[in-house]
Protein backbone atom coordinates (compact mmCIF):
# COMPACT_ATOMS: atom_id res chain seq x y z
CA UNK A 1 0.00 0.00 0.00
CA UNK A 2 3.23 2.64 1.13
CA UNK A 3 3.71 1.89 -2.77
CA UNK A 4 0.62 3.12 -4.10
CA UNK A 5 0.83 6.20 -1.73
CA UNK A 6 2.73 9.64 -3.63
CA UNK A 7 6.56 10.24 -3.77
CA UNK A 8 6.12 13.17 -1.58
CA UNK A 9 4.20 11.37 0.67
CA UNK A 10 6.56 8.42 0.74
CA UNK A 11 9.81 10.62 1.72
CA UNK A 12 7.79 11.91 4.60
CA UNK A 13 6.37 9.01 6.22
CA UNK A 14 10.33 8.10 5.67
CA UNK A 15 11.64 10.85 7.00
CA UNK A 16 9.46 11.07 10.24
CA UNK A 17 11.12 8.47 12.50
CA UNK A 18 14.31 10.34 12.19
CA UNK A 19 12.71 13.31 12.85
CA UNK A 20 10.95 11.85 15.77
CA UNK A 21 14.71 10.53 17.31
CA UNK A 22 16.51 13.84 16.51
CA UNK A 23 13.40 15.23 18.55
CA UNK A 24 13.42 12.90 21.54
CA UNK A 25 17.57 12.96 21.35
CA UNK A 26 16.86 17.26 22.01
CA UNK A 27 14.62 16.66 24.56
CA UNK A 28 16.49 14.37 26.61
CA UNK A 29 19.53 16.82 26.25
CA UNK A 30 17.92 19.98 27.14
CA UNK A 31 16.46 17.92 30.32
CA UNK A 32 19.57 16.65 31.27
CA UNK A 33 20.38 19.65 32.85
CA UNK A 34 17.34 20.46 34.56
CA UNK A 35 17.20 16.87 36.28
CA UNK A 36 20.76 17.39 37.23
CA UNK A 37 19.98 20.95 38.73
CA UNK A 38 17.11 19.62 40.87
CA UNK A 39 18.87 16.14 42.15
CA UNK A 40 22.02 18.53 43.13
CA UNK A 41 20.03 20.56 45.46
CA UNK A 42 18.02 17.87 46.94
CA UNK A 43 20.72 16.41 49.19
CA UNK A 44 20.77 20.20 50.85
CA UNK A 45 17.20 20.50 51.73
CA UNK A 46 17.00 16.89 53.16
CA UNK A 47 19.90 17.81 55.51
CA UNK A 48 17.95 21.22 56.41
CA UNK A 49 14.83 19.41 57.21
CA UNK A 50 16.53 16.72 58.95
CA UNK A 51 18.55 19.34 61.03
CA UNK A 52 15.70 22.03 61.87
CA UNK A 53 17.44 25.33 62.15
CA UNK A 54 15.28 27.64 60.31
CA UNK A 55 15.94 30.76 61.70
CA UNK A 56 19.08 32.78 63.05
CA UNK A 57 17.73 32.11 66.48
CA UNK A 58 17.91 28.78 66.34
CA UNK A 59 21.43 28.49 65.53
CA UNK A 60 22.49 29.12 69.15
CA UNK A 61 21.10 25.86 70.08
CA UNK A 62 22.80 23.69 67.16
CA UNK A 63 24.65 21.10 68.96
CA UNK A 64 27.89 19.63 67.91
CA UNK A 65 26.30 16.45 67.16
CA UNK A 66 24.35 18.00 64.76
CA UNK A 67 26.69 20.22 63.65
CA UNK A 68 29.04 17.07 62.81
CA UNK A 69 26.98 15.67 60.62
CA UNK A 70 26.06 18.38 58.44
CA UNK A 71 30.02 18.82 57.91
CA UNK A 72 30.28 15.46 57.35
CA UNK A 73 28.29 15.49 54.27
CA UNK A 74 29.73 18.20 53.23
CA UNK A 75 33.26 16.35 53.56
CA UNK A 76 32.01 12.92 52.16
CA UNK A 77 29.19 13.89 49.18
CA UNK A 78 28.64 17.59 48.40
CA UNK A 79 32.14 18.90 48.44
CA UNK A 80 34.96 15.80 49.28
CA UNK A 81 37.53 17.32 46.88
CA UNK A 82 37.20 21.00 47.45
CA UNK A 83 36.79 20.46 51.43
CA UNK A 84 40.23 18.22 51.60
CA UNK A 85 42.00 20.54 49.32
CA UNK A 86 40.68 24.07 51.69
CA UNK A 87 42.40 21.94 54.65
CA UNK A 88 45.75 21.43 52.96
CA UNK A 89 45.46 24.99 51.89
CA UNK A 90 44.93 25.98 55.50
CA UNK A 91 47.64 24.63 57.14
CA UNK A 92 49.77 25.54 54.03
CA UNK A 93 48.75 29.41 54.71
CA UNK A 94 49.83 28.98 58.42
CA UNK A 95 53.65 28.55 56.96
CA UNK A 96 53.26 32.44 56.07
CA UNK A 97 53.48 33.45 59.80
CA UNK A 98 57.57 33.27 60.55
CA UNK A 99 56.56 32.26 64.10
CA UNK A 100 55.09 29.31 62.46
CA UNK A 101 57.37 28.34 59.95
CA UNK A 102 60.34 29.30 62.32
CA UNK A 103 59.08 26.44 64.59
CA UNK A 104 58.99 23.70 61.93
CA UNK A 105 62.32 24.84 60.33
CA UNK A 106 64.20 24.61 63.75
CA UNK A 107 62.74 21.30 64.51
CA UNK A 108 63.05 20.32 60.90
CA UNK A 109 59.47 18.64 60.57
CA UNK A 110 58.34 20.33 57.64
CA UNK A 111 61.65 21.64 56.15
CA UNK A 112 63.55 18.23 55.36
CA UNK A 113 61.86 16.24 52.47
CA UNK A 114 63.19 13.08 54.77
CA UNK A 115 60.59 13.85 57.85
CA UNK A 116 57.98 16.17 55.85
CA UNK A 117 56.34 13.84 54.17
CA UNK A 118 55.74 11.52 57.50
CA UNK A 119 54.85 14.39 59.26
CA UNK A 120 52.32 15.10 56.64
CA UNK A 121 50.74 12.35 56.81
CA UNK A 122 50.59 12.55 61.11
CA UNK A 123 49.23 15.81 60.37
CA UNK A 124 46.35 14.03 58.20
CA UNK A 125 45.95 11.61 60.07
CA UNK A 126 44.97 13.56 63.23
CA UNK A 127 42.76 15.99 61.36
CA UNK A 128 40.66 13.24 59.93
CA UNK A 129 40.09 11.29 62.98
CA UNK A 130 38.15 14.02 64.71
CA UNK A 131 36.41 15.45 61.44
CA UNK A 132 35.77 12.07 60.69
CA UNK A 133 34.20 10.60 63.45
CA UNK A 134 31.33 12.25 66.22
CA UNK A 135 32.45 14.38 68.77
CA UNK A 136 32.13 11.93 71.98
CA UNK A 137 32.98 8.95 70.02
CA UNK A 138 36.25 7.28 71.32
CA UNK A 139 38.75 8.28 68.46
CA UNK A 140 37.97 12.02 68.16
CA UNK A 141 38.60 11.93 71.75
CA UNK A 142 42.25 10.16 71.67
CA UNK A 143 42.94 11.95 68.32
CA UNK A 144 42.34 15.26 69.92
CA UNK A 145 44.30 14.36 73.00
CA UNK A 146 47.16 13.58 71.12
CA UNK A 147 47.28 16.75 69.06
CA UNK A 148 47.05 18.38 72.22
CA UNK A 149 50.36 16.91 73.94
CA UNK A 150 51.92 16.61 71.06
CA UNK A 151 51.57 20.93 71.15
CA UNK A 152 51.86 20.54 74.73
CA UNK A 153 55.50 21.39 75.39
CA UNK A 154 56.22 23.71 72.73
CA UNK A 155 52.67 25.81 73.56
CA UNK A 156 54.04 25.72 77.73
CA UNK A 157 57.58 26.53 76.84
CA UNK A 158 56.24 30.03 74.89
CA UNK A 159 57.67 28.36 71.15
CA UNK A 160 53.88 27.88 70.29
CA UNK A 161 52.36 31.61 70.31
CA UNK A 162 48.87 31.60 71.85
CA UNK A 163 47.75 33.61 68.85
CA UNK A 164 49.28 31.07 66.37
CA UNK A 165 46.85 28.56 67.98
CA UNK A 166 43.61 30.49 67.47
CA UNK A 167 45.10 31.36 63.86
CA UNK A 168 45.67 27.88 62.45
CA UNK A 169 42.23 26.29 64.09
CA UNK A 170 40.57 29.34 62.35
CA UNK A 171 41.51 28.26 59.42
CA UNK A 172 39.91 24.58 59.27
CA UNK A 173 36.90 26.77 59.60
CA UNK A 174 37.42 30.08 57.55
CA UNK A 175 39.43 28.57 54.10
CA UNK A 176 36.59 25.51 53.77
CA UNK A 177 34.03 28.29 53.32
CA UNK A 178 35.72 30.37 51.46
CA UNK A 179 37.64 27.81 49.07
CA UNK A 180 33.91 26.33 48.45
CA UNK A 181 31.92 30.13 47.71
CA UNK A 182 34.39 30.31 45.52
CA UNK A 183 35.23 27.35 43.22
CA UNK A 184 32.22 25.17 43.91
CA UNK A 185 28.84 24.56 42.10
CA UNK A 186 26.72 26.14 44.86
CA UNK A 187 27.65 28.87 47.97
CA UNK A 188 26.96 27.39 51.24
CA UNK A 189 23.78 28.15 53.51
CA UNK A 190 24.29 29.78 56.97
CA UNK A 191 22.91 26.77 58.26
CA UNK A 192 26.02 25.22 56.76
CA UNK A 193 28.53 27.42 57.75
CA UNK A 194 27.19 27.93 61.34
CA UNK A 195 27.72 23.92 61.39
CA UNK A 196 31.47 24.42 60.70
CA UNK A 197 31.83 27.04 63.00
CA UNK A 198 30.18 25.26 65.89
CA UNK A 199 32.34 22.10 64.81
CA UNK A 200 35.40 23.78 64.96
CA UNK A 201 34.64 26.03 67.78
CA UNK A 202 34.13 22.74 70.22
CA UNK A 203 37.81 21.47 68.58
CA UNK A 204 39.16 24.13 69.75
CA UNK A 205 37.95 24.06 73.09
CA UNK A 206 38.85 19.97 73.25
CA UNK A 207 42.61 21.53 72.33
CA UNK A 208 42.10 24.17 75.40
CA UNK A 209 42.48 27.42 73.05
CA UNK A 210 41.76 30.43 74.24
CA UNK A 211 39.05 32.84 72.61
CA UNK A 212 40.16 35.94 74.51
CA UNK A 213 41.59 37.46 71.68
CA UNK A 214 38.38 37.40 69.76
CA UNK A 215 35.78 40.39 70.23
CA UNK A 216 33.31 38.19 71.74
CA UNK A 217 35.97 35.59 73.73
CA UNK A 218 35.29 36.56 77.03
CA UNK A 219 31.89 37.22 77.17
CA UNK A 220 30.66 34.52 74.79
CA UNK A 221 29.53 34.00 71.61
CA UNK A 222 26.07 33.33 70.39
CA UNK A 223 26.60 30.88 67.99
CA UNK A 224 28.75 29.01 65.52
CA UNK A 225 28.42 31.28 62.69
CA UNK A 226 28.97 34.17 65.31
CA UNK A 227 32.14 32.53 65.91
CA UNK A 228 32.87 32.08 62.83
CA UNK A 229 32.50 35.37 61.42
CA UNK A 230 34.75 36.65 64.48
CA UNK A 231 37.52 34.43 64.18
CA UNK A 232 37.55 34.84 60.21
CA UNK A 233 37.54 38.83 60.51
CA UNK A 234 40.23 38.06 63.52
CA UNK A 235 42.43 36.24 61.04
CA UNK A 236 42.57 38.59 58.81
CA UNK A 237 44.04 41.25 60.88
CA UNK A 238 46.42 38.76 62.31
CA UNK A 239 47.84 38.40 58.75
CA UNK A 240 47.86 41.87 57.96
CA UNK A 241 50.19 42.44 61.11
CA UNK A 242 51.97 39.36 61.10
CA UNK A 243 51.77 37.14 57.77
CA UNK A 244 55.56 39.39 56.26
CA UNK A 245 58.06 37.63 54.00
CA UNK A 246 60.75 35.16 55.98
CA UNK A 247 62.97 32.80 54.87
CA UNK A 248 61.61 29.86 56.80
CA UNK A 249 58.58 30.58 54.93
CA UNK A 250 60.12 29.75 51.93
CA UNK A 251 61.63 26.96 52.97
CA UNK A 252 58.34 25.47 54.30
CA UNK A 253 56.14 26.34 51.39
CA UNK A 254 58.89 24.68 49.29
CA UNK A 255 58.20 20.95 51.27
CA UNK A 256 54.91 21.37 51.34
CA UNK A 257 54.65 22.34 47.69
CA UNK A 258 56.52 18.97 47.02
CA UNK A 259 54.20 17.27 48.46
CA UNK A 260 51.00 18.35 47.07
CA UNK A 261 53.00 17.57 43.57
CA UNK A 262 54.35 14.53 44.69
CA UNK A 263 52.17 12.43 42.45
CA UNK A 264 52.41 14.93 39.53
CA UNK A 265 55.01 13.90 36.78
CA UNK A 266 57.99 15.75 36.67
CA UNK A 267 57.67 17.62 33.48
CA UNK A 268 54.55 19.33 35.23
CA UNK A 269 56.15 20.49 38.08
CA UNK A 270 56.97 23.75 36.55
CA UNK A 271 53.09 24.38 35.92
CA UNK A 272 51.88 22.64 39.10
CA UNK A 273 54.16 25.60 41.05
CA UNK A 274 52.25 28.14 38.96
CA UNK A 275 49.37 26.82 39.71
CA UNK A 276 49.86 26.44 43.48
CA UNK A 277 50.73 29.90 43.43
CA UNK A 278 47.48 30.74 41.35
CA UNK A 279 45.65 29.77 44.51
CA UNK A 280 47.66 32.16 46.67
CA UNK A 281 46.17 35.45 47.39
CA UNK A 282 49.27 38.38 46.77
CA UNK A 283 49.69 38.46 50.78
CA UNK A 284 50.19 35.22 50.76
CA UNK A 285 52.65 34.64 47.71
CA UNK A 286 54.63 38.07 48.85
CA UNK A 287 55.26 36.01 52.59
CA UNK A 288 55.97 33.31 50.96
CA UNK A 289 58.40 34.82 48.57
CA UNK A 290 56.61 33.06 45.43
CA UNK A 291 56.65 34.63 42.01
CA UNK A 292 52.82 35.48 40.84
CA UNK A 293 51.45 33.36 37.60
CA UNK A 294 51.89 35.54 34.37
CA UNK A 295 48.51 36.71 33.26
CA UNK A 296 47.96 34.21 30.93
CA UNK A 297 48.53 31.40 33.25
CA UNK A 298 45.64 32.86 35.31
CA UNK A 299 43.32 33.16 32.84
CA UNK A 300 43.52 29.66 32.12
CA UNK A 301 43.27 28.33 35.77
CA UNK A 302 40.53 30.59 36.29
CA UNK A 303 38.84 28.78 33.36
CA UNK A 304 39.29 25.18 34.00
CA UNK A 305 37.97 26.41 37.63
CA UNK A 306 35.07 28.27 35.80
CA UNK A 307 34.56 24.74 33.62
CA UNK A 308 34.37 22.38 36.46
CA UNK A 309 32.14 24.57 38.77
CA UNK A 310 29.68 24.55 35.36
CA UNK A 311 30.18 20.78 34.95
CA UNK A 312 29.25 19.98 38.40
CA UNK A 313 26.25 22.35 38.66
CA UNK A 314 24.91 21.00 35.37
CA UNK A 315 26.10 17.94 33.79
CA UNK A 316 26.59 15.57 36.97
CA UNK A 317 24.62 13.67 39.01
CA UNK A 318 25.56 14.04 42.44
CA UNK A 319 27.77 11.49 44.25
CA UNK A 320 26.01 8.63 46.06
CA UNK A 321 26.80 8.03 48.93
CA UNK A 322 27.99 4.71 48.18
CA UNK A 323 31.03 6.21 46.53
CA UNK A 324 31.29 9.04 49.88
CA UNK A 325 35.05 10.11 50.60
CA UNK A 326 36.40 8.10 53.33
CA UNK A 327 39.62 8.53 53.69
CA UNK A 328 40.25 5.95 56.78
CA UNK A 329 39.17 2.53 57.53
CA UNK A 330 36.05 2.25 60.09
CA UNK A 331 37.06 -0.07 62.12
CA UNK A 332 40.42 -1.19 63.28
CA UNK A 333 42.48 -4.38 62.62
CA UNK A 334 43.10 -6.94 64.86
CA UNK A 335 45.68 -5.29 66.20
CA UNK A 336 43.87 -2.16 66.71
CA UNK A 337 45.18 -0.37 63.81
CA UNK A 338 43.93 1.80 61.09
CA UNK A 339 45.05 2.62 57.99
CA UNK A 340 44.71 5.29 55.20
CA UNK A 341 42.72 4.83 52.76
CA UNK A 342 43.96 6.70 49.43
CA UNK A 343 47.35 8.46 49.21
CA UNK A 344 48.47 11.65 47.58
CA UNK A 345 51.94 12.30 49.10
CA UNK A 346 54.27 9.01 50.42
CA UNK A 347 51.74 5.90 50.79
CA UNK A 348 52.55 6.19 54.55
CA UNK A 349 49.91 4.23 56.86
CA UNK A 350 48.54 2.11 53.62
CA UNK A 351 47.27 -0.97 54.28
CA UNK A 352 49.80 -3.21 51.26
CA UNK A 353 46.64 -4.64 49.34
CA UNK A 354 46.35 -6.21 46.12
CA UNK A 355 44.12 -3.36 45.39
CA UNK A 356 46.53 -0.62 46.51
CA UNK A 357 49.40 -2.50 45.46
CA UNK A 358 48.02 -3.24 41.44
CA UNK A 359 45.10 -0.72 41.27
CA UNK A 360 45.11 2.07 38.84
CA UNK A 361 46.55 4.51 41.45
CA UNK A 362 49.56 2.21 42.15
CA UNK A 363 50.11 1.66 38.17
CA UNK A 364 49.93 5.09 38.34
CA UNK A 365 52.38 5.95 40.88
CA UNK A 366 54.82 3.27 39.81
CA UNK A 367 55.06 4.55 36.42
CA UNK A 368 55.98 7.93 38.42
CA UNK A 369 58.73 6.14 40.04
CA UNK A 370 57.25 6.66 43.31
CA UNK A 371 57.06 3.94 45.90
CA UNK A 372 54.06 1.88 46.67
CA UNK A 373 52.13 0.72 49.94
CA UNK A 374 54.38 -1.99 51.37
CA UNK A 375 57.86 -0.40 49.94
CA UNK A 376 60.85 -0.29 51.80
CA UNK A 377 60.37 -2.56 54.65
CA UNK A 378 58.52 -0.93 57.37
CA UNK A 379 59.44 2.74 56.19
CA UNK A 380 55.93 3.90 55.19
CA UNK A 381 53.95 1.75 58.44
CA UNK A 382 52.26 -0.26 55.77
CA UNK A 383 51.09 -1.71 59.54
CA UNK A 384 48.79 0.98 59.73
CA UNK A 385 48.26 3.90 62.36
CA UNK A 386 47.55 3.67 66.00
CA UNK A 387 46.78 7.10 67.02
CA UNK A 388 48.01 7.56 70.65
CA UNK A 389 51.55 7.06 68.41
CA UNK A 390 50.78 9.30 65.89
CA UNK A 391 53.38 12.46 65.13
CA UNK A 392 57.53 12.96 65.05
CA UNK A 393 59.09 9.72 65.80
CA UNK A 394 60.68 11.07 69.06
CA UNK A 395 57.56 11.01 70.34
CA UNK A 396 56.06 7.49 69.38
CA UNK A 397 55.32 5.36 72.84
CA UNK A 398 55.37 8.48 75.18
CA UNK A 399 52.64 10.70 76.63
CA UNK A 400 50.15 7.84 77.25
CA UNK A 401 49.18 9.08 80.89
CA UNK A 402 48.94 12.37 79.51
CA UNK A 403 47.18 11.13 76.60
CA UNK A 404 44.79 9.05 79.13
CA UNK A 405 43.96 11.75 81.43
CA UNK A 406 43.33 13.75 78.60
CA UNK A 407 40.54 11.62 77.19
CA UNK A 408 39.11 11.40 80.66
CA UNK A 409 38.17 15.03 80.75
CA UNK A 410 37.51 15.62 77.47
CA UNK A 411 34.47 12.56 77.99
CA UNK A 412 33.04 15.50 80.81
CA UNK A 413 33.41 18.24 78.10
CA UNK A 414 33.07 16.90 74.74
CA UNK A 415 29.80 15.44 75.00
CA UNK A 416 27.87 16.18 71.38
CA UNK A 417 25.48 19.07 72.88
CA UNK A 418 26.08 22.71 71.99
CA UNK A 419 29.64 24.28 72.73
CA UNK A 420 27.62 27.80 73.29
CA UNK A 421 25.78 26.80 76.20
Known amino acids: MKDALPIDLRVLLEKTPSRNLVACALALVSAYPVLVSLLRFRRMRKVHKKYNYPTRESFAR ?4 DAFEIQKVLLQTEFP ?3 AKALQFALFRTYGIPTISGLLTKTSQFSKPETSLKRYSDTSVLIQEF ?8 RALVSIARTRWVHSSYRA ?7 DMVYTLGLFAVQPVRFINKYEW ?4 DVEKCAIGTFWKSVGDGLEISWDALPSGKTGFRDGLHWLEEIAAWSDAYEVRCMVPAVSNRETADQTTAIILHLVPRPLHPLGL ?3 SFMMDDRLRKAMMYDAPGASYTKVFSSLLSIRRFALRYLALPRPY ?3 SSPFTEEPDE ?3 NFLTQWDGAPYYVKPTLWNRWGPTAWYTWALGRPLPGDEGSKFYPQGYYVPDVGPKYFEGKGRQALDDAVEGLKKTRTGQCPFH
Do not use: W, Y
Not at 131 to 136: D, E, I, L, W
Not at 186 to 189: A, C
Open 274 to 276: KFV
Open 62 to 65: MTDD
Open 186 to 189: RQLT
Open 157 to 163: SGKILED
Open 322 to 324: CMR
Open 131 to 138: AGHSPASS
Open 81 to 83: FMF
Open 335 to 337: NDR
